[in-house]
């Protein structure tokens, strides 16, 4: 119908055309349109079979082609098959075939470009996920649910890492002859600095072409155990009963006291000892009323023996009572901490030290708070003597610290490495909360534990040979040689006044 030239009957009136309808009688087009009459019977005759026509193509699509087509959008899919919209639903009911919701037709039309179930496990096999994300161009969630529909196991974090190093390790492993002849005239430690390894994957290579070799880390633990078992005859050694079925490396029923000893690159992430990894034991532990040591081959073996000694009663016991408490020189304290303390000398501005028979016992160093500024103080570092056991030296210590100045807030933090610190609940303070595991980067052919804090991304670039700034700081460390692995947590401890 042309609205502007044909005259038209509506209600009775009869008008020039319906735009001149629609202006006399201010009703809408679609109700004009729907109540009229021509007024000219030839007209009626004239646009009769005027606009869209269904059109039907010679040959129907069959069900297989329409299913192979359809993915959610009628349109896209009529077109292609060559047919109307109209066809394609009169087809899609005849063939009853269910229309797909708009959420899996967008995922559907998303999921065209995925590659085979091959092609993927072969990338994973060799490459993170971050590298495969970059290489489809894709989205973490897309590439989970492709992961989903093929059933591909996700290893766990740090799977990608151990894959890589184990790559590697393969490409530069020496023959049987070649590394036989270099293992009579050199150590392990300096055939790992030649072939850019691990000590341990050294021993690897030995032990799978069947020469015989000691791991240095075997040897360690043995020796520890041997210490042990002479300060008390009821430790043992590879006890599965405890926290079945892990392992603890000793074990003290009597005392109960369990120690693990570490060697760091076989605990750490490479090595697929997740964040959980050692919190998981000690918690275990702890459920049970024992006491877990957890020992990396990087500490202080003396320092160890010292802690084990005081946790099996072996120290010589000295009462606080007994002794002169004063604040004592920086350089002192230092000093002290460095001699006795696992994590050696830390700044402060007070240092307070307790003194028997003239002979520094105790010392502790406090500092204005470094993370959390709603309280005063920090008790940084707490040490006493290693040949000793100071009973009430520590609450000695912060009384007079207290008193001196007017302190009305306290936090302080216990390495669950190596105890609770419930000595600090004796001296009236609270504990609020355990932190979550800490981290610790260490290189491939060095047994020094670095703080995550010295290799925070912003720092890297100057820190490293080989820094992308593309990739994550853990991405970096891996990528210039080196590891991280995770402690216990801390526990942490705050005191009101």
């Given amino acids: 119908m042309n609205y502007s030239i044909t005259p038209i009957i509506f209600r009775d009136t009869q008008y020039d055309s319906v735009k001149h309808a629609i202006e006399s009688t201010g009703f809408s087009r679609y109700l004009i349109k729907k109540e009229s009459k021509y007024v000219n019977p030839e007209d009626e005759q004239k646009f009769t079979n005027s606009g869209r026509h269904r059109v039907v193509p010679d040959r129907l699509p069959s069900k297989e082609e329409v299913e192979r087509t359809y993915d959610g959008n009628v349109r896209t899919a009529a077109r292609l098959l060559g047919v109307t919209e109209r066809v394609m639903k009169d087809l899609m009911n005849q063939y009853d075939i269910e229309r797909i919701p708009l959420n899996q037709a967008i995922i559907l039309k998303s999921d065209k470009d995925r590659p085979s179930r091959e092609e993927l496990v072969d990338w994973y096999n060799n490459s993170s996920v971050a590298e495969i994300l970059k290489h489809y161009s894709i989205g973490y969630d897309k590439l989970m649910r492709w992961f989903d529909q093929y059933g591909i196991e996700k290893r766990h974090r740090g799977g990608t890492q151990s894959i890589k190093h184990s790559n590697r390790h393969d490409s530069v492993k020496p023959s049987y002859e070649t590394l036989k002849d270099e293992y009579e005239r050199h150590s392990i430690h300096e055939l790992s600095l030649k072939y850019g390894v691990a000590k341990p994957v050294v021993s690897d290579w030995l032990t799978s072409y069947g020469i015989y070799v000691s791991t240095n880390t075997s040897r360690a633990e043995n020796e520890l155990f041997e210490y042990c078992k002479s300060l008390d005859e009821s430790f043992v050694q590879h006890n599965r009963s405890l926290i079945s079925p892990l392992e603890l490396d000793i074990v003290s029923h009597k005392h109960k006291l369990a120690i693990e000893y ?132 520590a609450s000695r210590i912060f009384k007079y610290f207290f008193n001196l100045c007017d302190v009305e807030s306290c936090v302080t933090y216990a390495d669950l490495r190596f105890g609770e610190g419930g000595v600090y609940e004796h001296c009236g303070f609270v504990r609020q909360k355990d932190s979550q595991p800490n981290y610790f980067y260490f290189n491939t052919n060095q047994l020094l534990l670095e703080s995550r804090v010295k290799y925070q991304k912003h720092k890297l670039k100057k820190l490293l040979d080989n820094y992308d700034d593309s990739i994550t700081e853990y991405e970096n460390m891996i990528k210039n040689g080196y590891h991280r692995i995770y402690d216990c947590g801390n526990a942490v401890y705050l005191y009101y006044k």
């Avoid at 760091?264 to 877990?292: A, F, P, Q, V």
């Avoid at 304290?333 to 000398?345: G, I, K, Y």
């Fill in 262 to 393: 570490c060697g760091i690159y076989w605990h750490s992430e490479t090595m697929g000892k997740d964040r959980s990894y050692h919190r998981n034991k000690y918690l275990r532990c702890r459920e049970l009323g024992y006491k877990l040591l957890t020992v990396f081959e990087s500490d202080d073996m003396n320092k160890i023996r010292a802690l084990i000694r005081t946790h099996v009663g072996e120290n010589q016991r000295i009462y606080a009572r007994k002794t002169t408490v004063s604040c004592i020189d920086s350089k002192i304290a230092n000093q002290f901490h460095r001699d006795h303390h696992l994590s050696n000398a830390i700044g402060g501005s007070v240092h307070i030290g307790l003194y028997y028979d003239n002979n520094l016992v105790m010392v502790a160093t406090f500092s204005k708070t470094r993370y959390n500024k709603k309280v005063a103080y920090e008790c940084a570092r707490m040490t006493s003597h290693s040949k000793y056991t100071i009973v009430g030296g």
